[in-house]
Nanobody, 117 residues
Framework: QLQLVESGGGLVQPGGSLRLSCAAS????????IGWFRQTPGKEREGVSCISASGDQIVYADSVKGRFTLSRDDAKNTAYLQMNSLKPEDTAVYYCHAENVYAHDYWGQGTQVTVSS
């Protein structure tokens, strides 16, 4: 079965950290660009960060720049989103997405991140 599975979400206090993982099964991630998105109820899904298939290009939303770090470990077929200095406004369901040059793409099921004291 071809799928992405996110993990690592949870409840954290403001200023805390979480690391989200996005593991691929049934296909290899090394030829895919990977993005992280987030969504809160009543709002559109927004892009958080993405990394090119080669790993040499990474972009971040202004709202997370300097706090979040996206990385990939193709040997483990997994991508990560390290989230530091978390704020209540970072609360959302986080999704990972993978897409290759042939427009084959996959979405994960999402993982809830809640930042609250």
């Amino acid at each position: 079965q071809l799928q992405l599975v996110e993990s690592g979400g949870g409840l954290v206090q403001p200023g805390g950290s979480l690391r989200l993982s996005c593991a691929a099964s049934g296909f290899t991630l090394d030829s895919y660009a990977i993005g992280w998105f987030r969504q809160t109820p009543g709002k559109e899904r927004e892009g958080v960060s993405c990394i090119s298939a080669s790993g040499d290009q990474i972009v971040y939303a202004d709202s997370v720049k300097g706090r979040f770090t996206l990385s990939r470990d193709d040997a483990k077929n997994t991508a990560y989103l390290q989230m530091n200095s978390l704020k209540p406004e970072d609360t959302a369901v986080y999704y990972c997405h993978a897409e290759n040059v042939y427009a084959h793409d996959y979405w994960g099921q999402g993982t809830q991140v809640t930042v609250s004291s």
